[in-house]
């Protein structure tokens, strides 16, 4: 029998089908996460997410926001969805942030978003140039939705704090924000420009050097980036491992820890963890508390350097 010489992602695609045709998964099941697929099929992370994006396309599948991809109910006649709703760039924004929130980034492309909205994907080329400029305009989309009520008239560290928590909800709430660009290569979009303009007015009222105020600016975002960033790094982990943080931490780092003779190399874990340790209970990450911890410690160092700077009359 000679080799097929379909496509591998065309082959998985096809059998993720019959399993749908067959109801070995049913309208609303999870259907297998991009890893998962890679995982079973032994194929790259790209082949696999192009085979969903078929699924996609034939509308077999759905994402939806906060849940993930799903098999699409079925309609009477076999069509798997309704009437498509008129196509606007607002709605081809709104579908792929929808698809990044529930599967990351990677999960976007032109032909995914124009499943969810039941066009072919010749139709969102009147809204957006092509990906990249999909990606650019859902950020600026995301970043348009803070608000910021700010009293212009309020001390500094009141609007940083201010400016820094909606920064923040917005990047927990989008978690792929952070991996659009690096921060070496800032993006000059309009509703993120708004934003640090406002960040640095507030800013300039602590009375730091020029330079100085930029390099706050910009370590504020990094810290609010950087924190973020983990949330979906968590769920890329708990995908691959079927384990949470929690569990991961109990199986993996604290047997690691309690090996023989470890605490004795590293003396201030010890002091920390050992059997006699301050934190005989362990340690629980909240990245909450670690995002007010160290927004608290900025601002904390920020005033103190106005103030040497103020005392050395600076």
């Keep these: 029998m000679s080799e097929s010489t379909e496509p591998p992602y065309a082959r998985i695609a096809a059998e993720l089908s ?11 099941d999870k259907v297998p996460s991009t890893r998962q697929v890679a995982r079973e ?16 396309s034939e509308g077999l599948v759905i994402t939806r926001p906060r849940s993930g991809t799903v098999v699409a109910p079925r309609r009477p006649g076999g069509a798997a969805g309704g009437p498509a709703a008129e196509l606007t ?14 599967e990351g980034l990677e999960a976007v492309s032109m032909r995914a978003v ?32 803070l608000v910021l009520d700010l009293d212009e008239a309020a001390p500094w560290r009141e609007r940083i704090t201010a400016i820094a928590r909606a920064l923040w909800r917005v990047h927990r709430e989008h978690p792929w ?50 924190l973020a960033a983990n949330f979906e790094r968590e769920d890329e982990a708990i995908s691959d491992t079927g384990l949470s943080a929690e569990e991961w931490t109990d199986l993996q780092y604290v047997p690691a820890m309690n090996g023989s003779g470890v605490m004795a190399r590293y003396p201030h874990f010890a002091k920390l963890f050992g059997h006699f340790g ?31 700077g103020r005392a050395r009359g600076c």
């Design 41 to 56: 099929f032994g194929v790259a992370l790209a082949t696999a997410a192009k085979a969903l994006d078929v699924l996609r």
């Design 278 to 308: 301050a934190l005989p209970e362990g340690y629980d990450m909240d990245l909450e508390e670690l995002f007010e911890l160290g927004l608290g410690l900025l601002l904390d160092g920020l005033a103190a350097l106005a103030e040497r």
């Design 18 to 28: 019959r399993r749908i045709a067959e109801r070995e998964l049913t309208a609303g």
């Design 114 to 145: 124009a499943a969810r909205c039941g066009v072919a994907p010749m139709s969102l080329y009147r809204h957006v140039e092509g990906k990249d400029d999909l990606v650019m305009a859902m950020s600026d989309a995301v970043y348009g939705t």
């Design 177 to 226: 924000l952070g991996r659009v660009h690096p921060l070496t290569r800032p993006l000059p979009l309009p509703s993120l420009l708004e934003v640090g303009d406002r960040l640095l007015g507030a800013l300039e009222d602590v009375g730091l050097a020029p330079k100085l105020q930029f390099d706050a600016h910009v370590l504020l975002y990094s810290h609010i980036v950087g």
């Design 89 to 102: 760039r607002e709605r081809v924004l709104a579908e792929a942030v929808a698809i990044a929130d529930a």
